[in-house]
C-alpha cells in the first residue's frame, strides 16, 4: 500500500507508518490540484496538514484511497461529502496540537497587552522609542472566551494562571462543565460588553462566519483587543480595520485569514495589529505529535482496524450494520431536527427505544443519534466514534433504555433532550418498506417525513392562525409542499409542522414569530 504524506508532516511522527513493511511512504512536494488529481489514482492513504486542498476533483480522481488523515483539528480543506459519498474514511487528530495553538494564543494576546512585535521593528529599524509603547496589564482583566472547547479551555486555564477574570460563551457546553473551571458562561452579548479582551476558539460554520462583525465590535468596550487564533473568516477583516482605524478596537491579532496565503491585508500594515501565518500548530511538539496520532490512524484504517478519529464515517460489524442501517439514519435525523429546535444549553439526553427494536444492540443507534445532534454545532470533531465521548467532556448526561411496549408502533425511537430552558420530546418511527416517519413532537401526535425543509410553528389552537401563518409562507414565494397540525385538546396547544419547498429566510421566520397566538417558530432542514 502507498501512503502520499503532504505539507511538510513531521518526519519523526512518521514512525508508525515506516515500521510497517507492506506500507511505502512517499514525501509530496507541493502540488497544484491538477498535480494532485494526477498522482492521486496510485495512493491507498493520503496525509495533508491544512496548505493541500483535497476537493471533489482530487476524491474523484481516487482509485483506490481508503483513508485521508489531517495532522490536525480543522477539516475544512477536505471534501468531507465528496470523501463520504466514495466510502473514504477522513480522519483527524484533534488532540496533539491544542497545548500549540493556545500557547500561541497567549503569545498573541501578551503581545497585544506589551505591543512586542511593534517595539522590536522600530528598535530593529534602529529607534530606541520608549514612550511609543507602554503597555497594558493582563492582570485584573477580562478575557472573554468564545468557544470553550479544547483550545478555548487550555486558553481559559493559562489566563487564570495570569490573574484574568475569564467569561465565556459557548452554547453548546454545559453550564456545570464551565462552573468545574470556574469559568462564568455569559450571553454572547454580555461577553461583547465585559471583556477587555476577546479570543475566539469555534470551527468556521455557517453559524460563527464573521461572528466578529461591524454590529458586534459596536457592542463591545472601548479599547477592546481581539485575538483570531481558529480560523479565518470567523472575524469580519474588512469590519475589524475600520474598527481599528477609528480607535474602537485598541489591537487585534490573527493567525488565520478568510483567504491564506495573505500577505496584503491592509491590516497587516497596522501598528497595533500582530498578524501570523497561520502558525497556531507549529510548535515541534505538536507537529510530532499529530503526525504520530495521523499516522497510527492511518495505519488502523489500512487494516480496517476500528479507528478513534474518524471525521466521516460509522465503523461497525457489517452484519450489525445491514440489521440497523435503517435505524440508524432515523436516529441521525432525529438529533438533526432536536439541534434544530434547541432552545437553551443541552444538559440530557434520554432515548427511549420500543418495540422490535429493543432486540438489537442500540448503542450504535445512540451513537449516530448524538452524532446528528452535535454534528452541526461541533462541525468537525464529532463522529461514530467520538459522539459518546463528545458529549460526556460537554456534561451532557446520555441514558438510554429499551421497553417493548410501542404504543401503536412496532418501533419507536423517543429522543427527550433537557436543556436549561426546559425539554423537547420527539419520536420517530420506521414503518414497512423503512419509511421513516416523525410521529410525535412535544407530545403532539403527528405523521411528517424525516426529509426536506420544514417549518415547526407550536401555537394556541385557535381559527386564523394556520392560514396566515401558511399566506405569509406564501407570499414570500415560497411553495408549500404539505401541512400537518397536531393538538391534544381544542383550545389549547398544538404545532404545525409544514412541509416547504425552500429553507424560509431569517426575516420571514421574524414575522411568523410575531402573528398573535404563535408560540415558537423553528426551521427544520433534513
Ligand atoms: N491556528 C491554528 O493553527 C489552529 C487552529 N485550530 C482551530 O481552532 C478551533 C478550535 O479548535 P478546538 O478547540 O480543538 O475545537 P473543539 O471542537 O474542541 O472546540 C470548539 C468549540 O466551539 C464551540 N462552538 C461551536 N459553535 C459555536 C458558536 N456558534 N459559538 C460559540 N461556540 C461555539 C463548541 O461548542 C466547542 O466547544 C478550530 O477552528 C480549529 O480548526 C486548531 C488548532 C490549530
Ligand atoms: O497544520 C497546521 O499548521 C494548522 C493546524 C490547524 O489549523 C488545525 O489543526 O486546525
Given at each position: 500500500?502507498?501512503?502520499?504524506?503532504?505539507?511538510?508532516?513531521?518526519?519523526?511522527?512518521?514512525?508508525?507508518?515506516?515500521?510497517?513493511?507492506?506500507?511505502?511512504?512517499?514525501?509530496?512536494?507541493?502540488?497544484?490540484?491538477?498535480?494532485?488529481?494526477?498522482?492521486?489514482?496510485?495512493?491507498?492513504?493520503?496525509?495533508?496538514?491544512?496548505?493541500?486542498?483535497?476537493?471533489?476533483?482530487?476524491?474523484?480522481?481516487?482509485?483506490?484511497?481508503?483513508?485521508?488523515?489531517?495532522?490536525?483539528?480543522?477539516?475544512?480543506?477536505?471534501?468531507?461529502?465528496?470523501?463520504?459519498?466514495?466510502?473514504?474514511?477522513?480522519v483527524n487528530a484533534p488532540d496533539g496540537n491544542t497545548i500549540a495553538a493556545a500557547e500561541h494564543t497567549m503569545a498573541m494576546m501578551l503581545?497585544?497587552?506589551?505591543?512586542?512585535?511593534?517595539?522590536?521593528?522600530?528598535?530593529?529599524?534602529?529607534?530606541?522609542?520608549?514612550?511609543?509603547?507602554?503597555?497594558?496589564?493582563?492582570?485584573?482583566?477580562?478575557?472573554?472566551?468564545?468557544?470553550?472547547?479544547?483550545?478555548?479551555s487550555a486558553v481559559a486555564k493559562r489566563a487564570q494562571a495570569m490573574e484574568m477574570n475569564i467569561i465565556a460563551y459557548d452554547p453548546y457546553i454545559s453550564e456545570e462543565h464551565a462552573k468545574k473551571m470556574a469559568i462564568e458562561i455569559v450571553t454572547l452579548n454580555e461577553l461583547y460588553a465585559r471583556a477587555d479582551f476577546i479570543t475566539v476558539h469555534m470551527p468556521k460554520t455557517k453559524e460563527t462566519y464573521h461572528m466578529i462583525n461591524k454590529e458586534s465590535i459596536a457592542l463591545m468596550k472601548e479599547g477592546v483587543r481581539i485575538i483570531n487564533c481558529a480560523r479565518g473568516g470567523i472575524v469580519d477583516e474588512a469590519a475589524l480595520y475600520e474598527a481599528m482605524i477609528a480607535g474602537k478596537v485598541a489591537g487585534a491579532a490573527l493567525d488565520v485569514f478568510e483567504t491564506e496565503p495573505n500577505t496584503d491585508s491592509p491590516l497587516i500594515q497596522l501598528d497595533n495589529f500582530i498578524a501570523t501565518p497561520h502558525l497556531g500548530a507549529s510548535t515541534a511538539e505538536a507537529q510530532i505529535n499529530v503526525a504520530v496520532d495521523v499516522a497510527e490512524e492511518i495505519v488502523a484504517a489500512l487494516r480496517g482496524e476500528i479507528v478513534k478519529n474518524a471525521v466521516n464515517m460509522p465503523s461497525m460489524s457489517p452484519k450489525l450494520l445491514a440489521k440497523i442501517r435503517p435505524f440508524l439514519d432515523l436516529a441521525?435525523?432525529?438529533?438533526?431536527?432536536?439541534?434544530?429546535?434547541?432552545?437553551?444549553?443541552?444538559?440530557?439526553?434520554?432515548?427511549?427505544?420500543?418495540?422490535?427494536?429493543?432486540?438489537y444492540d442500540v448503542n450504535p443507534i445512540t451513537t449516530i443519534l448524538l452524532k446528528g445532534l452535535l454534528d452541526p454545532i461541533l462541525q468537525e470533531n464529532v463522529n461514530f466514534v467520538n459522539a459518546p465521548l463528545v458529549a460526556k467532556n460537554r456534561g451532557i448526561t446520555v441514558v438510554q433504555t429499551t421497553t417493548d411496549n410501542a404504543e401503536d408502533y412496532n418501533n419507536l425511537i423517543t429522543v427527550t433532550i433537557y436543556t436549561d430552558k426546559g425539554k423537547r420530546i420527539l419520536a420517530g418511527t420506521l414503518f414497512q418498506n423503512n419509511d421513516s416517519r416523525i410521529v410525535n413532537i412535544d407530545g403532539y401526535r403527528i405523521n411528517a417525513a424525516t426529509t426536506g425543509h420544514m417549518l415547526v410553528v407550536p401555537h394556541i389552537d385557535k381559527p386564523r392562525i394556520v392560514g396566515r401563518v401558511g399566506t405569509l409562507v406564501g407570499d414570500k414565494d415560497i411553495n408549500i409542499a404539505g401541512m400537518q397540525v397536531g393538538r391534544i385538546e381544542i383550545g389549547g396547544k398544538a404545532i404545525m409542522v409544514m412541509m416547504v419547498d425552500n429553507i424560509i429566510p431569517q426575516c420571514a421566520l421574524d414575522e411568523l414569530a410575531k402573528i398573535d397566538g404563535v408560540l415558537e417558530v423553528k426551521m427544520v432542514s433534513l
Open positions: 500500500m502507498k501512503v502520499l504524506v503532504m505539507d511538510g508532516v513531521s518526519e519523526q511522527g512518521l514512525a508508525p507508518l515506516r515500521q510497517q513493511a507492506d506500507i511505502e511512504v512517499v514525501i509530496g512536494e507541493k502540488m497544484t490540484e491538477d498535480q494532485l488529481v494526477e498522482v492521486i489514482g496510485d495512493y491507498d492513504g493520503m496525509i495533508v496538514r491544512s496548505a493541500t486542498k483535497v476537493t471533489e476533483r482530487v476524491v474523484e480522481a481516487a482509485k483506490k484511497l481508503k483513508v485521508i488523515g489531517r495532522a490536525g483539528v480543522g477539516v475544512d480543506n477536505i471534501d468531507r461529502a465528496a470523501a463520504t459519498n466514495k466510502g473514504i474514511l477522513v503581545g497585544l497587552a506589551r505591543k512586542v512585535p511593534a517595539a522590536c521593528g522600530k528598535l530593529k529599524n534602529g529607534c530606541w522609542d520608549k514612550k511609543a509603547f507602554l503597555g497594558v496589564e493582563l492582570r485584573g482583566k477580562t478575557l472573554g472566551v468564545i468557544g470553550l472547547g479544547r483550545i478555548g441521525e435525523k432525529l438529533g438533526k431536527f432536536q439541534a434544530q429546535m434547541l432552545n437553551g444549553r443541552v444538559e440530557k439526553v434520554e432515548v427511549v427505544y420500543s418495540g422490535d427494536l429493543a432486540r
